[in-house]
């Protein structure tokens, strides 16, 4: 069995004690204010941008549209161009933040796809480095984060506040995209 110390996980463990599962977890976020605790780094109109939880990188993010569907057809028009005018300002905000050589972005629809959450669209943002493949998930089946979620978000969240058109709660919550 491989371990990997990770000790700020426990609050993400915990977490599910304080707030069972009791429907789709993105729409959970698109209801509630705690912005920080949810990893929500910014919001708009009709979606909102929350770092993932299980990164594949630091960064890792996705664009997550407020209206429950697994179906990338039953966006409307205007739900279509928030999301892809959010998913935008993501990559100029991962960009400023973290600085990466690249982006790998894209959604997994459908049951076949092999994402986690199929019933609720969205699309990741991983930011990639030249050489963030190392030997550790080719030989050890194991992915190294280098940052701590908190980390991150305060870096992500900072370089949303610093774009145009946005607004930054007083209460720390997720910056307004306007």
């Not at 700020?8 to 304080?18: A, L, M, S, T, Y």
């Not at 028009?77 to 928030?82: A, M, P, S, W």
């Not at 493949?133 to 280098?146: A, C, E, K, R, Y």
């Amino acid at each position: 069995m491989r371990q990997v110390f990770a000790p700020w996980r426990i609050e993400w463990v915990r977490r599910d004690e304080e707030r069972p599962d009791d429907g789709c977890v993105f729409c959970a976020f698109a209801e509630d204010d705690a912005d920080r605790e949810n990893l929500v780094v910014a919001r708009s109109e009709r979606a909102f941008v929350l770092l993932n939880n299980y990164p594949y990188n630091p960064g890792h993010a996705m664009v997550i549209p407020d209206a429950h569907t697994g179906e990338y057809g039953d966006l409307d028009d205007e739900q279509l161009l928030d999301h892809a005018r959010l998913k935008r300002r993501t990559f100029d905000a991962l960009e400023t933040a973290l600085e990466p050589d690249g982006f790998n972005a894209g959604l997994n629809l459908g049951d076949g796809a092999g994402g986690s959450i199929d019933d609720h669209l969205h699309t990741h943002v991983v930011p990639r480095w030249e050489g963030d493949t190392n030997f550790m998930p080719v030989i050890g089946d194991t992915s190294v984060i280098v940052e701590a979620l908190e980390d991150t978000y305060d870096r992500v969240r900072e370089a949303f506040a610093d774009q145009d058109g946005t607004a930054v709660p007083e209460d720390g919550g997720a910056v307004v995209v306007e």
